[in-house]
């Protein structure tokens, strides 16, 4: 018997989860460098981490050819500085489409293009562009009989939205909406696509860690944030971002559009005013967001949402201009060797640990300051903390329930009929318990309160009816 059995638990419900509702994870192939490997080099390398997708900022035909019959999914990129000739010259996008992904599909598996990056922030103002070039793209793809294969969309900058928080009140900007997201929302839907979103928790954390717990940045067990707008907490940052994208598009009547977090990642060093710019924060960020894409279901706002999120970049990038963080986003280096650990699978998660915060570690935070895309106060797992079922549907609850008091070992005779905790007879209210039991049991270890993101830390004392809930056996 393991003598960890918090984490024998966490293992079984990363394949309890993974098998029900899980996203999946790609990374980002930036090449800004002098110093990389060659991209034959770089697919095995891909290959060797079981990472079944990739992002690239082109179209270069050494890449796509070295991507061939690799069963690597692949996003390619149109490049700003084209989106005027591709929007003004049918004839050029036409052209583009047949030279960049005719020879290589379908034995490089092109999934999507992604028509320009942030075109918004580009200094070129080229958004005036984008969405003819998006319709130029797409008939180019219906003319080759490739538009049933190869979505388009384009990728986002979170600069996008006017307000982010609270997540219930995300909108876009004024001057965006009817020449920009009207009329690529209604193309997305029209074709099946989904938005492409590049979000960036640190950049927030960073700009304001004096109101931004890093526990919350980092997916680490904190008390969480309600959003006063539509009754959901929030136990991590990047939740909170993609939630106030999914609201805007609501706003705008597009709530059926699905989203890819093409952009997403977190610097292992930075220069001196670069707060949180480590490689123990990247290491946690980067793992913690894997464990909750490929373990857990959607967000708070889309619980059934099976994200998939590329992580920013495969590689430091050494001729990138800006802070030292821009050059330090690699999850390898140009030897191949890693950063940090990261897992990539669900088979990698099984040995996944994150450094936890420190046991104790309390951070006060003044509750009328606000700052990025949500905020939270961040505390280690003392002795006043209960173990609680989050909002994540009775499907879920219910495998958690039927484990916790099964192999997981926690005392759940008080939750059966006539006994004391039995009512509320929820499935909330039992799941609830049972979950305190195991994590008081296992002394609160770190992690012992996640169930596959299906729980999380309160410090008040929960309150289901008359029921009890021990702080410790």
Not at 62 to 78: E, F, M, P, Q, R
Request: charged fraction near 15%; hydrophobic fraction near 35%; aromatic fraction near 12%.
């Amino acid at each position: 018997m393991s003598s960890h059995p918090h984490l024998f638990l966490s293992i079984t419900l990363f394949s309890i989860f993974a098998l029900t509702e899980s996203g999946s994870i790609g990374v980002n192939y930036g090449r800004v460098a002098n110093n990389l490997p060659t991209p034959t080099k770089v697919i095995t390398l891909l290959k060797s981490q079981n990472i079944n997708r990739v992002k690239i900022y082109d179209t270069d035909p050494t890449i796509l050819t070295a991507l061939s019959g690799s069963n690597i999914k692949v996003t390619v990129d149109l490049p700003n500085e084209l989106l005027k000739t591709a929007a003004n010259k049918k004839s050029f996008a036409t052209n583009w489409v047949q030279t960049n992904i005719l020879p290589f599909y379908p034995h490089t598996l092109i999934e999507s293009i992604a028509v320009g990056n942030e075109v918004f922030v580009d200094p070129n103002n080229s958004t005036g562009f984008l969405i003819p070039a998006i319709k130029n793209i797409h008939k180019a793809l219906v003319k080759f009989n490739l538009h049933s294969d190869i979505k388009i969309s384009s990728p986002i900058a979170l600069s996008a939205l006017q307000n982010s928080y609270p997540s219930s009140s995300g909108s876009f900007r004024p001057e965006l909406i009817d020449p920009v997201f009207k009329p690529l929302l209604q193309f997305l839907r029209q074709t099946g696509s989904y938005l492409m979103v590049n979000a960036y928790p640190f950049f927030a954390y960073e700009s304001n860690a004096d109101v931004i717990s890093l526990d919350y940045a980092l997916f680490r067990e904190n008390p969480g944030v309600v959003d006063g707008g539509n009754g959901f907490r929030y136990f991590n940052l990047f939740d909170a971002q993609i939630d106030a994208v999914f609201a805007a598009m609501t706003a705008l009547g597009f709530e059926d559009i699905p989203l890819v977090v093409t952009e997403t990642g977190w610097p292992s060093k930075g220069d001196g005013n670069e707060i949180g710019a480590t490689a123990e924060n990247a290491a946690a960020y980067n793992g913690n967001l894997v464990k909750r894409i490929l373990t857990g279901a959607g967000t708070p706002l889309r619980p059934t949402a099976k994200l998939t999120v590329f992580l920013f970049a495969l590689f430091n990038e050494n001729l990138k201009n800006g802070p030292g963080s821009e050059r330090n986003y690699g999850l390898f280096y140009p030897n191949q060797e890693k950063v940090y650990n990261v897992p990539f699978t669900v088979n990698d998660l099984k040995e996944y640990r994150d450094k936890e915060s420190d046991p104790g570690r309390v951070k006060v935070l003044d509750p009328k300051k606000r700052g990025g895309s949500g905020y939270g106060s961040g505390f280690g797992s003392g002795s006043g903390t209960w173990c609680v079922a989050s909002d994540v549907g009775k499907e879920r609850l219910q495998m958690g329930l039927d484990y916790a008091c099964g192999e997981g070992g926690a005392d759940c005779r008080p939750i059966q009929p006539g006994a004391t905790c039995y009512d509320p007879n929820t499935v909330e209210a039992h799941t609830s318990y049972a979950f305190n039991s195991y994590y008081q049991k296992t002394g609160r270890a770190g992690g012992a309160c996640y169930f596959g993101g299906a729980a999380h830390v309160v410090t008040q004392p929960p309150k289901f009816g008359k029921c009890e809930f021990p702080t410790g056996y």
